[in-house]
């Protein structure tokens, strides 16, 4: 069975910083695109960034070299670098499995981890 599990969500002040990493089982990590996705209350879901399977890496617009994702294959997890946080960050951040950051679905989708930027 497929799983994804986020954890390093939290509280943290505007201008800090958080690491997020996704887990993954049941499936060929390295097969496979990892994306982080992140949804506000009473907002749209929204890319974050992608890491593909051939080492490339896609963004949201809204990064603007902020964050930073990065895969460890030998351990089966991404990570999500988080630097200069804003209250607008605040929002629930999933991984999902995809065959290529591009696809226009998810395989699977994580249980997300809360990040909130707050004073």
């Known amino acids: 069975q497929v799983q994804l599990v986020e954890s390093g969500g939290g509280l943290v002040q505007p201008g800090g910083s958080l690491k997020l990493s996704c887990a993954a089982s049941?499936?060929?990590?390295?097969?496979?695109?990892i994306a982080w996705f992140r949804q506000a209350p009473g907002k749209e879901r929204e890319l974050v960034s992608c890491s593909s399977s051939d080492g490339s890496t896609r963004d949201g617009d809204f990064v603007k070299g902020r964050f930073t994702i990065s895969r460890d294959n030998s351990k089966l997890t991404v990570y999500l670098q988080m630097n200069s946080l804003k209250p607008e960050d605040t929002a629930i951040y999933y991984c999902?499995?995809?065959?290529?950051?591009?696809?226009?679905?998810?395989?699977?989708w994580g249980q997300g981890t809360q990040v909130t930027v707050s004073a």
């Open positions: 999902a499995r995809r065959y290529y950051c591009a696809s226009p679905t998810s395989l699977d």
């Open positions: 049941g499936f060929t990590f390295a097969d496979y695109s």
